[in-house]
C-alpha cells in the first residue's frame, strides 16, 4: 500500500512540476507579446502624431 501511495505522490510531483514548466513558459511568451504589441502601439502613436 505504500509503494502505492509513494508512486502516487512521485506522479502528483511530476505533474505539478510540468505544469509549472509550462505555466512559467507561456508567461514568459505572453510578456514578450504583450511588450512586443505595447512598443508597436507607441511606434503607431509616434507617427500618427508627426503627420
Known amino acids: 500500500m505504500a509503494a502505492v ?4 505522490f512521485k506522479a502528483v510531483a511530476a505533474g ?3 505544469a509549472t514548466l509550462y505555466l512559467a513558459g507561456t508567461f ?4 514578450y507579446r504583450g511588450l ?3 512598443s508597436e502601439q507607441s511606434k503607431l502613436e509616434k ?4 503627420e
Not at 501511495?5 to 502516487?8: E, I, V
Not at 514568459?28 to 510578456?31: L, M
Not at 507617427?47 to 508627426?50: A, M
Open 5 to 8: 501511495a509513494d508512486f502516487a
Open 16 to 18: 505539478l512540476g510540468v
Open 28 to 31: 514568459s511568451v505572453n510578456v
Open 36 to 38: 512586443s504589441w505595447h
Open 47 to 50: 507617427e500618427k502624431r508627426e
